[in-house]
């Protein structure tokens, strides 16, 4: 009997891109980010006549991120009829999720398109927990924290005060081959897989999510920058990395400050991708911009996301914009034009306007103490303006000599336009553009929340007190994922797995077939 062996080719090609739910035209798309210039009509021409050479076999191949084939493929592609159609006719949800490539490769998927899905497996296990902004926001998302670990006393008091409901790892004793030992309560690295899995009431593989961002003090742009070589929390990636092995979640979550990304801690980010290597994790990675998600706050976070069974995980396109320009010089990277426009960002004016009015008589109140000589300062700055329009005679030491070039040391925020970045320090002036608008002080407890995008009815508290610090609930605050932004990424990641499952559904049953 003779083969046709330009048929097999055609059909193992035709395989792969269905198994990464990938059409002709983003194909053409991912040639041209390698410096091959095709069409959809090309290709379409290309795969009908099924005469294609070797080199173009091997760049198709190459620009999805397929290293290893399988003849089998071919095989299941003949026992089933359904999976011989164009992928976008198989695929109804590649259109649905509405897909966009940036000029690095980078993938968008179009959340204001998404119909609101429930996902049946939608359990989170969330590591480096804090306050609670990442959970919060994946909650809005549709997905249910299973468990938290989080080893601040306080921040674990906010957890249990807003939601008792969330598991909280925090068992103080373990038994460890045979004899009972004390440990610090959260702390993760004491923390066995199989003993969080059994708390939790999840068997692994069973978690849509882990997510959780390792403390961001050793990669931020403020600060010593030591990295991984942080001798007390530098490493703690690598505790992301063992639980995501461990557990096996239909996919992650890894966030961290946008300074992760510098070439100096470059190795941090090709670890995490090597360690997933031939794990069935694929795996993308960006920054994302809080303001471009509803959040009041410009605050840039770098995110890095795997999803298992899918093929180059997306990232959601902004719901909102600065201005017109701004999504015209975003959206001319694309590889196809939205065809909604986003909302202007929300600004600090919006957020305090949503404050209710008796806010001050919470116990999660705070507000700094400022001397008569600091507030006298402040009667200078206007708003967008900062120490340096300060009289030199009020000036301190530290500000005269002109080496302290920060641009936001000491300034005032502007009422009609997000705020900076809310930092742990945030209620202090001198740390930052942390003058409020209007008055003559720093910004409040209640303020860093409501420009952190936390609920208004999300309580801080402090271990074994009533009432809050200024230094705890601005740790707690400033360290936080932003509710919206997470929400907006969760929304995201939910379609893709819903997708993915759908996929590997079709995948089983060509198994049961053969």
Request: glycine residues 8%; neutral net charge.
């Amino acid at each position: 009997m003779e083969i046709d062996w330009k048929a097999k080719a055609k059909q193992l090609l035709k395989a792969e891109l269905v198994r990464r739910n990938i059409t002709y035209e983003e194909l053409a798309e991912r040639l041209s980010v390698i410096g091959v210039e095709e069409t959809k009509s090309s290709i379409d021409s290309k795969m009908s006549r099924g005469s294609f050479s070797a080199t173009f076999m091997i760049q198709c191949l190459t620009s999805i991120g397929c290293d290893q084939l399988s003849i089998d493929n071919v095989i299941q592609m003949e026992r089933s009829t359904a999976l011989v159609q164009e992928p976008e006719i198989k695929y109804e949800t590649s259109k649905y999720l509405e897909m966009y490539y940036d000029k690095d490769g980078v993938r968008y998927v179009d959340i204001n398109r998404l119909e609101d899905k429930s996902l049946g497996g939608n359990k989170v296990i969330s590591l480096f927990s804090g306050a609670g902004g990442l959970d919060i926001g994946l909650e809005q998302a549709g997905f249910e924290t299973a468990i938290c670990v989080e080893n601040d006393a306080d921040c674990r008091a906010t957890l249990k005060h807003n939601r008792p409901e969330w598991k909280l790892f925090d068992k103080s004793e373990r038994f460890d081959q045979g004899k009972l030992e004390t440990r610090e309560p959260g702390n993760i690295r004491e923390i066995d897989v199989d003993e969080l899995l059994d708390y939790a009431d999840l068997e692994k593989g069973e978690a849509a999510l882990v997510v959780g961002g390792a403390p961001c003090q050793p990669f931020s742009n403020i600060g010593k920058r030591n990295g991984k070589d942080d001798k007390k929390n530098g490493d703690l990636f690598l505790e992301f990395v063992r639980f995501v092995k461990g557990t096996e979640p239909k996919a992650f979550i890894f966030e961290n400050v946008a300074g992760i990304t510098q070439s100096k801690h470059n190795s941090v980010i090709k670890y995490m991708i090597d360690s997933f290597s031939g794990s069935g994790y694929n795996i993308s990675y960006n920054i994302l911009n809080a303001a471009d998600f509803g959040v009041p706050q410009r605050r840039e976070r770098f995110f890095l996301i795997g999803i298992k069974n899918y093929d180059l995980p997306a990232f959601p396109l902004p719901t909102h914009s600065k201005d017109n320009k701004s999504w015209q010089n975003f959206i001319a990277d694309l590889n196809e034009k939205p065809s909604y426009i986003p909302k202007a960002w929300k600004s600090v004016k919006e957020a305090f306007n949503e404050l209710p009015k008796d806010y001050e008589k919470r116990e999660d109140y705070a507000v700094m103490n400022c001397t008569a000589k600091v507030v006298h300062r402040m009667t200078f700055i206007d708003q967008g303006e900062n120490f340096k329009v300060l009289p030199m005679e009020l000036r301190p030491n530290c500000w005269k000599n002109g080496k302290h070039q920060g641009q936001d040391t000491f300034g005032r925020l502007v009422y009609d336009l997000p705020s900076v970045t809310i930092r742990t320090a945030a209620y202090n002036p001198s740390k930052g553009r942390y003058i409020h608008p209007l008055e003559n002080r720093g910004l409040n407890t209640i303020e860093m929340a409501a420009l952190q995008d936390f609920p208004k009815d999300w309580y801080f508290k402090c271990h074994n007190k009533n009432k809050i610090t200024l230094v705890s609930g601005g740790k707690q605050i400033g360290n936080a994922v932003p509710p919206g932004l997470a929400r907006a990424l969760g929304i995201a990641i939910k379609h893709q797995i819903i997708l993915s499952e759908t996929k590997e559904s079709s995948e089983k049953s060509l198994e049961l077939v053969e």
